[in-house]
Each structure stands twice: as C-alpha cells, then as structure tokens.
C-alpha cells in the first residue's frame, strides 16, 4: 500500500470514528424510541465501515 492510500485509509478510519461517535451522543439523548432505533442502526453501519477499513491496514 502506498503513502497516500495509507493516509487516505487513516482518514476514513478518522470520519468513521466521529461519525459513529455522533450518533450514539445523539441516540443517548434521543426520546423518541424509533428515532433512537435509527440511531443505533446507524451506530452498527460506521463501527462495519470502521471494521472494513481498518482491516485494509
């Protein structure tokens, strides 16, 4: 793997984080259960988009 593509992998494993970071700050203080559902969902799509990068590595 070259440098950039390292850094560009590093990146997305950097906006995968956040994202997911995101969502369960917003799902803890979400009241509305289907919403909070969604949120979680959500939550389980970055940590699989986090596990396919990171296993690039």
């Known amino acids: 793997m070259s440098p ?3 850094m560009y992998v590093e990146d997305a ?5 956040f994202l997911t970071l995101q969502c369960r700050n917003a799902a803890n203080e979400l009241t ?5 559902t969604h ?3 959500l ?4 940590e699989q ?9």
């Not at 509305?32 to 909070?36: A, F, G, Q, S, T």
């Not at 939550?43 to 970055?46: D, K, L, V």
């Open 43 to 46: 939550i389980s799509q970055n």
């Open 4 to 6: 950039k593509e390292l």
């Open 32 to 36: 509305d259960p289907k919403l909070r």
């Open 13 to 17: 494993l950097s906006h995968a984080q």
């Open 49 to 57: 988009c986090f596990g396919k990068f990171y296993n690039l590595v």
């Open 39 to 41: 949120v979680q969902q």
